[in-house]
């Protein structure tokens, strides 16, 4: 049976190759294989290693677990692929048992915040705003529960230098700095036309005249229905289409139970008058 290192030379080669099917094919089969059965902080080859490529770059992942291909894939084209990506969502439950060193957590910790980036980047290609944005900030709050992702002066050569890059360029990212920005924008203009602030309310869709949206490449798209992340957390104020509901004044709205557990002290005295 084939090893998770022999899978990605296949992978490898047919790269070089131009065959990007088969590429995507057995880069998937080595990191099913190394996350099942081998050691998930498995190094890349000595030949790679010692190559001029990564060799003199510090940003260059040197675990096999850590090498991000780019096959322009999606939800449709390799819906078995994404299912797996969604696995490793930042907000996903799924149990790595095998992740059990510090070194292996980190590891583990790194893939979900790269996972929701790809989800967001994913998302954001397929039109969905809301969800785009919702896979971006999950990704950095992740990232910035460690310091060697979320600050390159922190982070170690190698996988973490890559990630804390890809972070730091995800914060300064034209899609994600219009998303933070444009949900208050979106609320405000719900306020101005309809007189609806959007907060307390599952409005995901605004009707509108016309809406103008500046793309990452600098095209100019014009839209009538505008997805807005119109609830605001209560606790820390983040904005999102789809929080839980205060179950006792059913207005404040919560990104999880710790925001609500956090903001009940503040919260009590409203939510009891609501009821009364």
């Given at each position: 049976?084939?090893?998770?290192l022999?899978?990605f030379?296949?992978a490898e080669l ?10 995507f ?11 099942k ?18 060799a003199?770059?510090?940003a ?6 850590g090498?991000?291909p780019?096959?322009?894939?999606d939800?449709?084209t ?11 969502s930042?907000k996903?439950t799924?149990?790595f ?6 070194k ?5 910790k ?25 896979h971006?900030?999950?990704g ?18 190698g996988?973490?230098?890559y990630l ?7 914060k300064?990212?034209m ?19 309809f007189?609806?602030?959007?907060d307390?309310?599952?409005?995901e869709?605004?009707?509108t ?14 839209a009538r ?6 609830d605001k ?19 404040a709205t919560?990104?999880?139970s710790?925001?609500?557990?956090a903001?009940?002290?503040k ?10």
């Amino acid at each position: 049976m084939s090893s998770g290192l022999d899978l990605f030379r296949k992978a490898e080669l047919f790269y070089y190759q131009g065959k990007v099917d088969d590429t995507f094919d057995y880069y998937q089969r080595a990191i099913k294989k190394i996350i099942k059965d081998e050691n998930v902080t498995a190094s890349l080859p000595t030949e790679i290693l010692h190559s001029p490529e990564v060799a003199h770059n510090r940003a260059y992942p040197r675990e096999l677990l850590g090498v991000d291909p780019v096959m322009r894939k999606d939800k449709t084209t390799a819906s078995d692929a994404y299912q797996f990506l969604m696995t490793f969502s930042p907000k996903s439950t799924q149990a790595f048992r095998r992740f059990r060193t510090d070194k292996a957590k980190i590891l583990l910790k790194g893939l979900q915040v790269s996972a929701g980036f790809t989800l967001g980047l994913l998302t954001w290609d397929a039109g969905d705003r809301v969800a785009a944005m919702k896979h971006y900030r999950s990704g950095l709050d992740l990232a910035a529960e460690y310091s060697g992702y979320d600050n390159e002066s922190k982070a170690e050569i190698g996988w973490e230098a890559y990630l804390a890059n890809e972070v730091q360029g995800m914060k300064n990212n034209m899609h994600m700095a219009m998303l933070l920005r444009n949900d208050e924008h979106n609320v405000q203009l719900s306020a101005a036309l309809f007189g609806d602030t959007g907060d307390n309310k599952r409005k995901e869709v605004l009707e509108t005249a016309s809406y103008t949206r500046i793309e990452a490449d600098g095209t100019v798209n014009f839209a009538r229905n505008v997805q807005i992340a119109s609830d605001k957390c209560g606790n820390c104020g983040k904005r999102d289409a789809k929080m839980s509901k205060c179950s006792g004044c059913k207005a404040a709205t919560y990104c999880d139970s710790a925001c609500q557990k956090a903001h009940w002290p503040k919260h009590k005295a409203a939510c009891k008058a609501s009821r009364t």
